[in-house]
């Protein structure tokens, strides 16, 4: 049931078992609910028309249409929906026309639970600061302009940035450190022994630098046996194919 002070989510997204993950994670977070899950263009805009929802879930790429396409067509309409991103695209002319147009937050597939929650409270603080803003109809001073605008940043957003769940600061700038003083690199069974953890530990980190691209793997060619992958920083890179 909704309460008064729900922000009513709508999703758009082609892809219904994602749908109904970003269902289940909105229904973890308080203060949300969700109001529809379209699946098409045509059913966005029978949901956007009817609910006039105030936050959108967006996917970029759809059978039958674009988000970015859609997103354009709600602005132009001046519906006072915001709308976050959430997509596998990560094409920079895409996030720049997506930022440019007015979006909130742009979310890359696959979705991690916390960096979902972390955008939804911080679109609800805003949200919740305009509401009260109008309420009051009175005019603004410069600083609650910049609070809304996010031009002052909160000490823990700006200096505390977002890790997965089992990923700690501290270790993950060892296993970094480790790796930026060799020149050819290091297995995960090297990185291990280096900082004093688990192969299977070792790993986990050295796949999260992977996917924030900080590092590369190559195989390494032995005498003897399989060849074994090893970790790079970037810059060790060239040197080792040389």
């Known amino acids: 049931m909704k309460r008064n002070s729900d922000i009513e989510v709508l999703i758009v997204e082609d892809d219904l078992r994602i749908a109904e993950i970003q269902k289940r994670f909105i229904e973890q977070i308080a203060g949300f609910q969700t109001v529809g899950i ?30 970015i396409d859609l997103l354009k067509e709600t602005k132009q309409q001046s519906k006072q929906m915001d709308v976050i991103m959430i997509t596998a695209t990560k094409e920079i002319d ?31 603080e805003l949200h919740t600061k305009l509401v009260e803003m109008r309420n009051e109809n009175l005019d603004v001073t410069q600083q609650q302009v910049d609070k809304l605008l996010r031009k002052e940043i909160e000490p823990s957003l700006s200096e505390k940035p977002y890790l997965p769940k089992g990923i700690d600061p501290l270790t993950l700038e060892k296993v970094l450190e480790v790796l930026s ?12 022994k280096e900082i004093g953890a688990s192969r299977t530990t070792a790993r986990r980190y050295l796949e999260h630098l992977m996917a924030e691209e900080k590092i590369a793997a190559d195989l390494s060619y032995g005498t003897v046996g399989r060849p074994e992958r090893v970790y790079l920083v970037k810059r060790a890179l060239k040197q080792h194919n040389r």
């Not at 009817?50 to 879930?57: G, H, M, S």
């Not at 003083?181 to 291990?192: N, R």
Request: hydrophobic share 45%.
């Open 94 to 124: 895409k996030v720049q026309e997506a930022i440019s147009i007015g979006v909130f937050d742009y979310i890359i597939k696959p979705v991690v639970f916390e960096r979902f929650k972390q955008s939804l409270l911080r679109y609800q």
């Open 38 to 67: 379209a699946a098409s263009y045509l059913e966005a805009k029978t949901y956007l028309d009817l609910l006039q929802p105030d936050l959108i879930l967006l996917d970029v790429y759809f059978p039958d249409m674009n988000g």
């Open 181 to 192: 003083k060799v020149d050819f690199g290091l297995t995960a069974e090297g990185v291990a």
